[in-house]
């Protein structure tokens, strides 16, 4: 049961592009969601949130874009730089419940 | 700046073994978490610790797994008797608030390989 998907398990995009990852949901009870970023041998890393009651936020290169109607949401990155290669994973929650992941999608931006 | 340490960071054992994954969180977090992810899969949540009881539990978190907070700085998961399909890397979190509500923090993790 794959209430948070991330379809796309990877993402080839050259520096300095625009980088787009995808994240679609089924529960409609999730409020409350966030970008992950996960560096080989290290722990996921927060990276940016979005509450149900906005339909963007922005942090420096960073932008997180939700979509509710549509139940999907997406985090852009620009400019995309090398050092942003890693695997990204979405987390939705619902009220006071835990975070649920999606399986990531590894990035890999080419100098 | 401050962080979530994991130990071992890699453990090998036979199935039917006893394990214990060792974390210590930001010292001034009051919510602890395990969560799991088996090789190519997702994040998967385990259990949810707080005021030094389980706040939340998932399907996954059955009679074989215990955690504990045995004195103010480790937070520590126990697999009683290991099986094969237990093998995954195990992350430790914490936060200073609900989940729901701010981020985790999560430690490097601990690769549990069960033979």
């Known amino acids: 049961d794959q209430q948070v998907k991330q379809n796309s398990p990877s993402l080839s995009v050259q520096e300095g592009r625009i980088s787009i990852l995808n994240c679609d949901y089924t529960?409609?009870?999730?409020?409350?969601f966030l970008w992950y970023k996960k560096y080989p041998a290290e722990g996921p890393t927060f990276l940016i949130s979005?509450?149900?009651?906005?339909d963007k936020n922005e942090d420096g290169r960073f932008t997180v874009f939700l979509n509710k109607s549509a139940k999907h949401l997406s985090l852009h990155i620009v400019p995309s730089q090398p050092g942003d290669s890693a695997v990204y994973f979405c987390?939705?929650?619902?009220?006071?419940?835990?975070?649920?992941f999606g399986r990531g999608t590894s990035l890999i931006v080419h100098p | 700046e401050p962080e979530v340490t994991q130990t071992p960071s890699h453990q090998v054992t036979q199935m039917g073994q006893e394990v214990i994954l060792r974390c210590v969180p930001i010292?001034?977090?009051?919510?602890f978490y395990w969560y799991r992810q088996i090789l190519g899969q997702k994040v998967e949540f385990l259990v949810s610790?707080?005021?030094?009881?389980?706040?939340?539990k998932s399907e996954i978190f059955d009679d074989q797994f215990s955690v504990e907070r045995p004195d103010g700085s480790n937070f520590t998961l126990k697999i009683r008797s290991t099986k094969l399909e237990d093998s995954a890397m195990y992350f430790c979190?914490?936060?200073?608030?609900?989940?729901?509500?701010?981020?985790?923090?999560f430690g490097e993790g601990s690769r549990l390989t069960v033979l």
């Open positions: 979190a914490s936060s200073d608030r609900g989940a729901n509500t701010g981020e985790l923090f």
């Open positions: 529960n409609s009870m999730f409020d409350y």
């Open positions: 979005i509450s149900s009651i906005k």
């Open positions: 987390a939705a929650s619902a009220g006071s419940y835990i975070p649920t």
């Open positions: 010292s001034n977090h009051l919510y």
């Open positions: 610790f707080y005021n030094n009881e389980i706040s939340e």
